[in-house]
């Protein structure tokens, strides 16, 4: 009876690892948050991101921007007002008197343009 009850409970372990699936993590993955306000518009396929808005993506990271515009059907990305840019070779920030600039990103592109 002990010999059978292992036998089954080995089958049935078996069986559940051959349906275990890995995350398959795509390229251009986003990761959002924001402290006052993330707003979907299903519409306009975009999403907005006000205050303390931070945004990675595979190539930047993007924090403490007072707004954040994330288009996703034109896949760019538009930062206003002071914030942080992390990247592999170091940080950049613009100061809170720079508020008429902004940064202009493509998804999935290595450079960001600010205007």
Known sequence: MKKIFITVSLIFALGM???AQEEIKT???LTYSADELVKLDSYKKTITLIGN???KTSVFEFVNAEKI????KTQEVLV???FKVNLNGGTISQKPELKKHQLRYKIGENIAYVE
Do not use: M, Q, T
């Not at 515009?69 to 996703?72: G, L, N, Q, S």
């Open 17 to 19: 690892n051959s349906y």
């Open 53 to 55: 808005a931070n945004l």
């Open 80 to 82: 206003f007002g002071a």
């Open 27 to 29: 390229e251009n993955e």
């Open 69 to 72: 515009v994330i288009d996703k």
